[in-house]
Antibody
Framework: EVQLVESGGGLVQPGGSLRLSCAASGFTFTNFGMSWIRQAPGKGLEWVSY????????YHADSVKGRFTISRDSAKNSLYLQMNSLRAEDTALYYCARATTDTGGGSWFAPWGQGTLVTVSS | QSVLTQPPSVSAAPGQKVTISCSGSSFNIGNNYVSWYQQLPGTAPKLLIY???KRPSGIPDRFSGSKSGTSATLGITGLQTGDEAEYYC????????????FGTGTQVTVL
């Protein structure tokens, strides 16, 4: 069974840092890109970051560019999100999701983990 | 502010059909494939449709997707109470920088 389990969320003060982790199992991790997607309380989905299967390509949303960094460790089948200079508006449930891109160029996210909650508050 | 616009809500009686629109531009829907996600209350989103109109295994054929120009549509037929959820479209966008964008979300209510 394909499974993604996030961890590392918690309460952090504005300006602080946090590192999220996502443990992947049930599939060949090195064959897939991965993404982080967040959802603020009562709000819609916001894509945060993407990393390709071979680490060669990374994209970040403008709202987190320069503050967040996505990375992956194939030896540990894990995805990470290093979050620095956190702001109140970064408060959200952070999901990791497996990204599939087909030869025709379409891409989609499935499955998603259950999420880890990040709260930025003093 | 999302670049993909969806109606905030749609509703219909059990057994009826609803459609959800997702309006974008040539920077996103017009030149990329669209996927759709269902988020039941209190749960993580789940993929419903990919590549505009393809269903993953396990998704019933009551759910369908289509795309025309810079808009996409999700259709749900034979509406069931278990379909009450928030639905999001998504695709890649290249208007400013490369990014994936989700629609504003649509709440489906079964009357």
């Amino acid at each position: 069974e394909v499974q993604l389990v996030e961890s590392g969320g918690g309460l952090v003060q504005p300006g602080g840092s946090l590192r999220l982790s996502c443990a992947a199992s049930g599939f060949t991790f090195t064959n897939f890109g991965m993404s982080w997607i967040r959802q603020a309380p009562g709000k819609g989905l916001e894509w945060v970051s993407y990393i390709s299967s071979n680490n060669s390509t990374m994209y970040h949303a403008d709202s987190v560019k320069g503050r967040f960094t996505i990375s992956r460790d194939s030896a540990k089948n894990s995805l990470y999100l290093q979050m620095n200079s956190l702001r109140a508006e970064d408060t959200a449930l952070y999901y990791c999701a497996r990204a599939t891109t087909d030869t025709g160029g379409g891409s989609w996210f499935a499955p998603w983990g259950q999420g880890t909650l990040v709260t930025v508050s003093s | 502010q999302s670049v993909l616009t969806q109606p905030p809500s749609v509703s219909a009686a059990p057994g009826q059909k609803v459609t959800i629109s997702c309006s974008g531009s040539s920077f996103n829907i017009g030149n990329n494939y669209v996927s759709w996600y269902q988020q039941l209350p209190g749960t993580a989103p789940k993929l419903l449709i990919y590549d505009n109109n393809k269903r993953p295994s396990g998704i019933p054929d009551r759910f369908s997707g289509s795309k025309s120009g810079t808009s996409a549509t999700l259709g749900i037929t034979g509406l069931q109470t278990g379909d009450e959820a928030e639905y999001y479209c998504g695709t890649w966008d290249s208007s400013l920088s490369v990014r994936f964008v989700f629609g504003t979300g649509t709440q489906v209510t079964v009357l």
